[in-house]
């Protein structure tokens, strides 16, 4: 899945230098770096799937996530 | 605020983080835990806020990361100054403790302005991980400023209508900027909110707005008096929120709480203690803030030894600005009338000492 608006734009503000072929939703993964203000970032290859297959998933999420106990409830008026 | 799922508090849109830059990181990266497809070991070691540090945000937003390490949002030295000049070197250690179980939650993150709602209402991802450049002033702003903030910019106190600029469609973030939020252009270290100019001024925008005997204008009001006698507000804004008696202790199973005994609305005009070139104003609206002698003594004995030393009536700046209020009906709305000033006869008598800077003398009325 390419980004079009987000890649051109970054393109276009010389942030972001494109490796080939990255998508971070389909399967083949490349790196990416940024250069900012700063010297150039090597990020590390998108691999961590399970957080977000998990994440992206209502379903799942619905079985999984439950009401915490809220302390600050106890709390009262205006701070 | 409509409360949220606890599964929609931590659903992401693939789809809108798709096509944000950060999704290119590693989710361990920022939080920690493990990429295994199992719901504890993913968790195990996972940080319980992601922080605003070099090697996080700031690694790559090497502008904003520093200053905002710095900035108020994230030190809350605002908190420290008050307590510490009212107490003494020993009692740190006790207020500090007090302060981690109490105000941690008020410290604010990066992602409390720009990716999810603050603790204080339980988290949740704002617009399903994307991140956001402009924070949401409903979600985010006054998930924090509720109480005072957002119930006087909303007109949520009763009889009290909404802040004109609010009426206007105005978002906090046309007059709090980024460089603001991100502690940028701050003189040195900052120790208050009211450090340094007002930021904004209201002349910042409305450079249209003459006082004194010399100025262009119809408005009596505004000829008759000079811009650095009176702040803005104390015509333009009204009747707020003023807070009485913060105690904070812990339950019997050690979860703290805090209480605010009371809080009534009221409208009153003291001194400027903290009168400067930046803020000149002699006549400043001031709020009664939640503190007391005791407020801390479930975690120590007499904590605030130099109570005095700092004024319980505060300079305030209250967000319910009108073009038209109680005050701008006549000039007699505040000259010759004591109920409108911060007198002998509105504080309590425990408070006069630690108000004497602020209090306006009943033979001085102007």
């Known amino acids: ?79 | 605020m409509t409360p949220m799922e606890p599964w929609e508090r931590v659903w992401i849109d693939a789809e809108a983080f798709g096509q944000d830059i950060h999704s290119y990181i590693n989710c361990t990266e920022c939080h920690g835990g493990e990429a295994v497809d199992d719901f504890e070991l993913a968790h195990e070691g996972q940080v319980e806020r992601v922080v605003n540090s070099p090697e996080v945000c700031g690694r790559c937003h090497v502008d904003v990361g520093p200053t905002q390490y710095d900035s108020l949002h994230n030190t809350l030295a605002g908190y420290d100054t008050a307590l510490y000049e009212r107490s003494t070197p020993e009692n740190h250690p006790a207020l500090e403790e007090m302060q981690a179980n109490h105000c941690n939650q008020c410290h604010a993150t990066c992602g409390d302005c720009h990716v999810s709602q603050p603790t204080s209402v339980g988290g949740g991802l704002v617009s399903g991980h994307d991140f956001e450049a402009s924070p949401s002033m409903s979600r985010q702003c006054t998930a924090c400023h509720g109480s005072r903030v957002k119930n006087e910019y909303y007109g949520a106190n009763e009889g009290v209508p909404s802040d004109v600029h609010f009426r206007a469609r105005m978002d906090c973030m046309e007059c709090h900027t980024a460089d603001a939020m991100h502690g940028m252009g701050a003189a040195g270290e900052q120790t208050s909110r009211y450090d340094g100019a007002p930021d904004p001024g209201c002349l910042d925008c409305h450079d249209d707005i003459e006082m004194g005997e010399d100025a262009d204008t119809e408005i009596e009001m505004h000829s008759a008096h000079d811009e650095y006698d009176l702040a803005c507000q104390v015509c333009h804004s009204t009747t707020y929120t003023n807070c009485v008696n913060c105690h904070v202790e812990q339950t019997e199973d050690g979860v703290p709480f805090y209480t605010v005994e009371d809080h009534y609305l009221g409208f009153y005009i003291g001194l400027n203690t903290n009168r400067s070139e930046d803020r000149p104003y002699e006549y400043v609206p001031v709020r009664h803030v939640p503190i007391a002698p005791d407020s801390f003594s479930f975690y120590g004995e007499d904590l605030l030894p130099n109570f005095d030393e700092r004024p319980t009536w505060m300079y305030a700046t209250p967000h319910n600005i009108q073009r038209v209020t109680p005050q701008t009906e006549t000039c007699d709305s505040c000259h010759d009338n004591d109920e409108l000033f911060l007198t002998r006869r509105t504080v309590d008598r425990a408070e006069r000492r630690a108000n004497q800077d602020v209090l306006v003398d009943l033979d001085s009325i102007p």
């Open chain 1, 1 to 79: 899945m390419l980004r079009p608006r987000l890649i051109s734009a970054l393109v276009a503000g010389g942030a972001l230098l494109m490796a080939a072929g990255i998508a971070m939703l389909s399967s083949s993964v490349g790196g990416v770096s940024v250069s900012l203000a700063s010297p150039r970032l090597e990020i590390e290859p998108f691999e961590d799937f399970a957080c977000l297959e998990c994440h992206a998933d209502q379903q799942r999420l619905s079985e999984l996530a439950v009401e915490e106990e809220a302390p600050e409830a106890l709390s009262s008026g205006p701070g």
